[in-house]
């Protein structure tokens, strides 16, 4: 059984960062894309960066500030984020693809973590 288990997530002051851990196991996702989702409340489901083998893929309002990298050694995908802004408070989501191409919409993940709560205050 496939299963994706984020941590990392918690309460931060404007401007500081935290990194998100995704780690997979029952398959190993080494040449599939990864990504992270984020769910605000009121809100749908965004997309906020993907990686493939080689490239990464960022949502505009988080380049710059976020990096996705994966750890293939350990089927570990990472979210580093930095700058924190209180707009990025949300659940983030870790997803899979039984695919390598990236794609930046939710449904077509295969796999879903539980999600991790960033909470940024003001």
């Known amino acids: 059984q496939v299963q994706l288990v984020e941590s990392g997530g918690g309460l931060v002051q404007a401007g500081g960062s935290l990194r998100l851990s995704c780690a997979a196991s029952?398959?190993?996702?080494?040449?599939?894309?990864m990504a992270w989702f984020r769910q605000a409340p009121g809100k749908e489901r965004e997309f906020v960066a993907a990686?493939?083998?080689?490239?990464?893929y960022y949502a505009t309002p988080v380049k710059g500030r976020f990096t996705i990298s994966r750890d293939n050694a350990k089927n570990t995908v990472y979210l580093q984020m930095n700058s924190l802004k209180p707009e990025d408070t949300a659940v983030y989501y870790c997803?899979?693809?039984?695919?390598?191409?990236?794609?930046?919409?939710?449904?077509?993940?295969?796999?879903w973590g539980q999600g991790t709560q960033v909470t940024v205050s003001s």
């Open positions: 997803a899979g693809r039984n695919s390598i191409v990236v794609v930046t919409t939710s449904p077509q993940y295969d796999y």
């Open positions: 029952g398959r190993t996702f080494s040449g599939y894309a």
């Open positions: 990686i493939s083998v080689r490239n990464t």
